[in-house]
């Protein structure tokens, strides 16, 4: 049983470039979601899917930020013209809809905006 | 809006002791799930455990046991036998079953085990 896999696990970029993020989730699992989590601080939620719905958005996410899940699988979050602000753990987790509905994880992937 | 306070920005345990992680929170939903996730220094949320608001018994797993006090909406995670691989940060977090199920954390507690 595969968990949450992210690509890539770090990321140097230079201000104003654009980054693009890939989250692939626990195969059966219908719920996706980012979170941004920076320094000394709990992670943060930013987006949901529902399959390939996206259904909701934090006012975290600005306008550069821009989030799809093509065909309810993978996922892509994509930061246009990076912001030294924008360094950060982007976190993705999976869920099934269930009771408990437990969140798990994948390992983050490390940006650096220089 | 909901809300996860950790006071605790670090603790200490020697190996083979026991350590309470204190969690405290605030929701006017009657619904609600509490979490616990460890983060070791590489990154990865790691789920512990989790306890229902309806659920009458504290939730246990393993050497992890948690101490759900409803009226003083404290949800502190209990490790007994404390291991050096223990060592990381530990976040609670909240869900509720209004919007999303998305979850709220808070800012955590780094936990040092020594030898």
């Known amino acids: 049983d595969t968990g949450v896999s992210q690509n890539p696990r770090h990321k140097i970029t230079k201000r104003g470039q654009n980054v693009t993020f890939r989250c692939d989730p626990i195969?059966?699992?219908?719920?996706l979601y980012w979170y941004r989590q920076t320094l000394g601080q709990g992670p943060e939620f930013l987006t949901y899917?529902?399959?390939?719905?996206?259904?909701?958005k934090s006012r975290l996410l600005s306008d550069r930020f821009s989030a799809e899940r093509p065909k309810g699988s993978f996922s892509t979050l994509e930061i246009q013209r990076t912001e030294q602000g924008d360094s950060a753990m982007y976190l993705c987790?999976?869920?099934?809809?269930?009771?408990?509905?437990?969140?798990?994880f994948g390992p983050g992937t490390r940006l650096l905006v220089l | 809006a909901q809300k996860i306070t950790q006071t605790q920005p670090g603790m200490f345990v020697q190996e083979k002791e026991a350590v309470t992680l204190d969690c405290t929170y605030d929701?006017?939903?009657?619904?609600?799930?509490l979490f616990w996730y460890k983060q070791p220094s590489s990154g990865e949320m790691i789920f512990l455990i989790y306890?229902?608001?309806?659920?009458?018994q504290n939730a246990t797993e393993g050497r992890y046991s948690l101490n759900f006090q409803k009226a003083r909406k404290s949800a502190n995670l209990v490790i007994s036998a404390s291991q050096l691989g223990d060592s990381a940060m530990y976040f609670c977090?909240?869900?509720?079953?209004?919007?999303?199920?998305?979850?709220?954390f808070g800012k955590g507690t780094m936990l040092l085990v020594s030898p």
């Open positions: 195969s059966e699992h219908n719920r």
């Open positions: 977090a909240m869900r509720q079953p209004r919007g999303y199920s998305t979850l709220t």
């Open positions: 899917f529902q399959n390939e719905a996206q259904l909701e």
């Open positions: 987790a999976s869920s099934l809809t269930k009771v408990k509905e437990t969140q798990y």
């Open positions: 929701t006017s939903d009657p619904s609600y799930g």
């Open positions: 306890q229902g608001s309806y659920d009458q």
